[in-house]
C-alpha cells in the first residue's frame, strides 16, 4: 500500500466533516465580516488557542 | 482520484483547479474573508511541505545531531513576523490582536509534555496536518486523537489554569519589538555556538520558507485580525461531534462561553483555525501529489500504532493546557510579544529531549 490511498483518504474525510457540519449549521455570505480585518474597525473575536473563555 | 495522481501532466492543472475552486467557493458561500483565510492556510500547507519547513524535525535535528539550520529558520521567521506584528497591534487595537496567554504552572507542564509528544509522532500541530495531508499514515491516525484532545483538553483548561497562573504579561510597542528580536537574536547566537562544525548554516530554501511562512502568518493577522493558530479548530471539530452524539458541554466553562458557544452552533466553514488547519491539509496533499504518492506506508509494529494514537490524544490535550502549541504559543505567542511563547518554548524544548528518547522505544524509530 502506498500514499495514493491515505492522502486522498485524507482529503476525504475532511470532506466528510464539512458535510457533516454543513448538514447541522448554516452559511449566510451576507453576515460575513469585512474582507479584512485591519481597518475593517470591529473587534476580532475568532477563536483561537491562546484566549480564555470570555 | 488514483488515476488523476498517476498523470502528472493531468494531475498538476487538476490539483490548482481544485484548490482554487475550493477557495472560490468557500468564499462564495461563506465570505470573502473566509476564502482568503483559507488560500493562507493553503500557502501555508504548500510552503510547509514543499520547502521541508518544520519544528518537531529541526528540533529533533538539533538534539541529535546538532544541527541548528531548521530552529534558525523558525527564529528568522518568528522575527519577521514581529517587525510586521508588533506595530499593526499597536496601531489597531481590537481589530488586531495577539496570542497573549497567561504563564502558569499547567501552562508550562503542557507545553513540555507537548514537545516530549511531538517528538514520539514526529508531528507538532502544523505538522500533525501536513503529515496527514501528504498520506503519512502516522499523521493520519493521530489527527483524530489530536482533535480530541484538543476538545478534551479545553474541556477542563480552567481547572487547570485554576492551579496556579500569572498575569497575562505581553512585550509591547518599539521597546518589547526590540526586547523580542534581541531575545531572538541571543537564541540563535546560543544555537550556533552549540551547533556541530560544518552545519552553522541555513539553507537557502529555508530562508525562502522562513520568509514565505511570515508573509502568510502576517497575511493571517491582516485578515483574520488574530495570528495562526491551530489547536482550537481541531477541537472544535470534536466539540461538534460530541455535541451531535448527544453531550452536553453546559458543565464546561470554556465551552459553555458565549463565544464557543457561538461557534459550536455556526459553520466550521466560518471559524479561523479550521479554515487554516483545512488549507495545511490540502495544500500539504497538493504539494505531495505533485511529487508523487507513490512512496510506500511504514510497516509499524502494533505498539507503534497504540503509540501514536495516544501521542495524538496527548498533543491535543497539553496544548489546550499550555494555551496554544508550537504554532499558536511558541510561533505566535513570541511574534506578538507574550511571554508565554518564552515559556512554552524553553519547556517543549526540554520536553523534545524527552521525546526523542521515547520514540524509538515505542516502535516508531521504523518508519519509512
Given at each position: 500500500?502506498t500514499?495514493?490511498?491515505?492522502?486522498?483518504?485524507?482529503?476525504?474525510?475532511?470532506?466528510?466533516?464539512?458535510?457533516?457540519?454543513?448538514?447541522?449549521?448554516?452559511?449566510?455570505?451576507?453576515?460575513?465580516?469585512?474582507?479584512?480585518?485591519?481597518?475593517?474597525?470591529?473587534?476580532?473575536?475568532?477563536?483561537?488557542?491562546?484566549?480564555?473563555?470570555? | 482520484?488514483?488515476a488523476?495522481v498517476?498523470?502528472?501532466?493531468?494531475?498538476?492543472?487538476?490539483?490548482?483547479?481544485?484548490?482554487?475552486?475550493?477557495?472560490?467557493?468557500?468564499?462564495?458561500?461563506?465570505?470573502?474573508?473566509?476564502?482568503?483565510?483559507?488560500?493562507?492556510?493553503?500557502?501555508?500547507?504548500?510552503?510547509?511541505?514543499?520547502?521541508?519547513?518544520?519544528?518537531?524535525?529541526?528540533?529533533?535535528?538539533?538534539?541529535?545531531?546538532?544541527?541548528?539550520?531548521?530552529?534558525?529558520?523558525?527564529?528568522?521567521?518568528?522575527?519577521?513576523?514581529a517587525?510586521a506584528?508588533?506595530?499593526?497591534?499597536?496601531?489597531?487595537?481590537?481589530?488586531?490582536?495577539?496570542?497573549?496567554?497567561?504563564?502558569?504552572?499547567?501552562?508550562?507542564?503542557?507545553?513540555f509534555?507537548?514537545?516530549?509528544?511531538?517528538?514520539?509522532?514526529?508531528?507538532?500541530?502544523s505538522?500533525?496536518?501536513?503529515?496527514?495531508?501528504s498520506g503519512?499514515?502516522?499523521?493520519?491516525?493521530a489527527?483524530?486523537?489530536?482533535?480530541?484532545?484538543?476538545?478534551?483538553?479545553?474541556?477542563?483548561?480552567?481547572?487547570?489554569?485554576?492551579?496556579?497562573?500569572?498575569?497575562?504579561?505581553?512585550?509591547e510597542?518599539?521597546?518589547?519589538?526590540?526586547?523580542?528580536l534581541?531575545?531572538?537574536?541571543?537564541?540563535?547566537?546560543?544555537?550556533?555556538?552549540?551547533?556541530?562544525?560544518?552545519?552553522?548554516?541555513?539553507?537557502?530554501?529555508?530562508?525562502l520558507?522562513?520568509a514565505?511562512?511570515?508573509?502568510?502568518?502576517?497575511?493571517?493577522l491582516?485578515?483574520?485580525?488574530?495570528?495562526?493558530?491551530?489547536?482550537?479548530?481541531?477541537?472544535?471539530?470534536?466539540?461538534?461531534?460530541?455535541v451531535?452524539?448527544?453531550?452536553?458541554?453546559?458543565?464546561?466553562?470554556?465551552?459553555?462561553?458565549?463565544?464557543?458557544?457561538?461557534?459550536?452552533?455556526?459553520?466550521?466553514?466560518?471559524?479561523?483555525?479550521?479554515?487554516?488547519?483545512?488549507?495545511?491539509?490540502?495544500?500539504?496533499?497538493?504539494?505531495?501529489?505533485?511529487?508523487?504518492?507513490?512512496q510506500?506506508?511504514?510497516?509499524?509494529?502494533?505498539?507503534?500504532?497504540?503509540?501514536?494514537?495516544?501521542?495524538?490524544l496527548v498533543?491535543?490535550?497539553?496544548?489546550?493546557?499550555?494555551?496554544?502549541?508550537?504554532?499558536?504559543?511558541?510561533?505566535?505567542g513570541?511574534?506578538?510579544?507574550?511571554?508565554h511563547?518564552?515559556?512554552?518554548?524553553?519547556?517543549?524544548?526540554?520536553?523534545?529531549?524527552?521525546?526523542?528518547?521515547?520514540?524509538?522505544?515505542?516502535?516508531?524509530?521504523?518508519?519509512?
Amino acid at each position: 500500500m502506498t500514499r495514493r490511498t491515505t492522502a486522498p483518504l485524507a482529503l476525504a474525510l475532511l470532506g466528510l466533516l464539512i458535510l457533516f457540519d454543513h448538514a447541522t449549521s448554516d452559511l449566510n455570505p451576507y453576515r460575513a465580516p469585512p474582507m479584512l480585518a485591519l481597518g475593517s474597525g470591529t473587534a476580532a473575536v475568532g477563536g483561537f488557542c491562546g484566549a480564555l473563555p470570555q | 482520484m488514483t488515476a488523476v495522481v498517476a498523470s502528472p501532466a493531468l494531475a498538476r492543472p487538476a490539483l490548482i483547479a481544485g484548490a482554487l475552486a475550493a477557495v472560490l467557493a468557500v468564499a462564495l458561500f461563506a465570505g470573502a474573508r473566509f476564502g482568503l483565510l483559507l488560500a493562507i492556510g493553503l500557502g501555508f500547507g504548500m510552503v510547509l511541505e514543499g520547502l521541508r519547513f518544520g519544528f518537531a524535525g529541526p528540533w529533533r535535528a538539533m538534539i541529535l545531531r546538532r544541527e541548528p539550520g531548521g530552529i534558525l529558520a523558525q527564529l528568522l521567521a518568528i522575527g519577521l513576523v514581529a517587525v510586521a506584528a508588533f506595530p499593526l497591534i499597536a496601531a489597531h487595537p481590537g481589530e488586531i490582536g495577539g496570542a497573549a496567554a497567561p504563564i502558569g504552572w499547567a501552562m508550562a507542564g503542557g507545553a513540555f509534555v507537548f514537545g516530549a509528544a511531538m517528538q514520539v509522532v514526529l508531528g507538532c500541530g502544523s505538522g500533525t496536518l501536513v503529515n496527514a495531508g501528504s498520506g503519512n499514515p502516522v499523521g493520519l491516525l493521530a489527527l483524530p486523537f489530536f482533535a480530541i484532545g484538543s476538545f478534551a483538553g479545553a474541556y477542563h483548561l480552567m481547572w487547570w489554569t485554576g492551579l496556579g497562573a500569572l498575569p497575562v504579561l505581553v512585550l509591547e510597542g518599539t521597546g518589547g519589538l526590540m526586547l523580542t528580536l534581541g531575545l531572538l537574536a541571543a537564541v540563535a547566537v546560543v544555537v550556533l555556538a552549540l551547533a556541530a562544525p560544518g552545519t552553522r548554516r541555513v539553507p537557502g530554501r529555508l530562508v525562502l520558507a522562513a520568509a514565505l511562512v511570515a508573509a502568510l502568518a502576517v497575511g493571517n493577522l491582516v485578515v483574520s485580525g488574530q495570528p495562526w493558530g491551530v489547536v482550537y479548530g481541531l477541537g472544535l471539530w470534536a466539540a461538534k461531534g460530541a455535541v451531535a452524539l448527544g453531550a452536553d458541554l453546559s458543565g464546561s466553562p470554556f465551552w459553555a462561553a458565549p463565544g464557543n458557544a457561538a461557534r459550536l452552533q455556526a459553520s466550521i466553514l466560518t471559524d479561523v483555525t479550521t479554515l487554516t488547519n483545512l488549507g495545511l491539509i490540502g495544500g500539504a496533499f497538493l504539494i505531495a501529489s505533485w511529487r508523487g504518492l507513490g512512496q510506500a506506508l511504514p510497516k509499524l509494529p502494533l505498539r507503534a500504532w497504540i503509540a501514536t494514537a495516544v501521542a495524538g490524544l496527548v498533543l491535543g490535550y497539553s496544548s489546550r493546557l499550555a494555551f496554544g502549541c508550537n504554532v499558536g504559543a511558541f510561533f505566535s505567542g513570541i511574534s506578538t510579544g507574550s511571554l508565554h511563547g518564552w515559556v512554552w518554548f524553553a519547556a517543549g524544548f526540554a520536553g523534545s529531549f524527552v521525546g526523542v528518547r521515547l520514540r524509538p522505544a515505542l516502535g516508531l524509530e521504523g518508519r519509512a
